[in-house]
């Protein structure tokens, strides 16, 4: 069962809501998430009056690659996926045949 964002510290609490904030930057010719805009965050601390902003920040990194690995194993599996689709609909099938 997912935790809750409850069952967190209060600064791991306040890193996943301003991690929320940032804009993201992506890719434009592959679709590839390439993580946040991380030079909002000094104008989002402002705007929020966060104080340990050491801690928040060390946080919200921690979660962005979670987040990076997270979404490149899912591109990763929908890239194979898509290949083994082609490699079947193209009627070729490779095989290999290694004795030792």
Do not use: C
């Amino acid at each position: 069962m997912p935790l809750e964002a409850s069952a967190f510290p209060e600064e791991v609490q306040v890193a996943f809501f301003m991690h929320q904030l940032i804009s993201e930057k992506w890719d434009g010719m592959s679709g590839t998430y390439l993580g946040k805009n991380w030079g909002e965050t000094a104008q989002i601390f402002e705007l929020y009056e966060i104080d340990n902003k050491k801690d928040i920040l060390y946080f919200m990194q921690l979660y962005d690659s979670v987040i990076i690995k997270y979404r490149s194993d899912a591109q990763e599996k929908k890239r194979k996926a898509e290949e083994r689709k082609r490699q079947q609909a193209s009627g070729k099938t490779y095989t290999h045949n290694v004795k030792g």
